[in-house]
């Protein structure tokens, strides 16, 4: 079992920065993969990036060359840095995790982007 829990949304300006945390109720090193989806209102849920344990790592093309994903293995924790926010970036950012072949995710956290 993985409890997640999110930190960081908020609201910020076009083309600033966010940073979003979630907290693994036990050791990642131990979980296969964790990463961060996204749902905007009215459109399905996108994967945003995803890392793997062997930190192989997977971006979606809309996060290139603006979004960075990262654990710290210390603090059972995944961060994404979101650079350079557009408004079509505004959604609610949910962490996953992947142990086995269980899924899981937190409540998620609201990011809202203004222009």
């Known amino acids: 079992q993985v409890h997640l829990v999110e930190s960081g949304g908020g609201l910020v300006q076009a083309g600033g920065p966010l940073r979003l945390s979630c907290a693994a109720s036990r050791s990642i090193s131990s979980i296969n993969a964790m990463g961060w989806y996204r749902q905007a209102p009215g459109k399905q849920r996108e994967l945003v990036a995803l890392?793997?344990?062997?930190?192989?790592?997977n971006y979606a093309d809309f996060t290139k060359g603006r979004f960075t994903i990262s654990t710290d293995n210390a603090k059972n924790t995944v961060c994404l840095q979101m650079n350079s926010l557009k408004p079509e970036d505004t959604a609610v950012y949910s962490c996953?995790?992947?142990?086995?072949?269980?899924?899981?995710w937190g409540q998620g956290t609201q990011v809202t982007v203004s222009s």
């Open positions: 890392i793997t344990s062997g930190g192989i790592t």
């Open positions: 996953y995790a992947r142990l086995m072949w269980l899924e899981y």
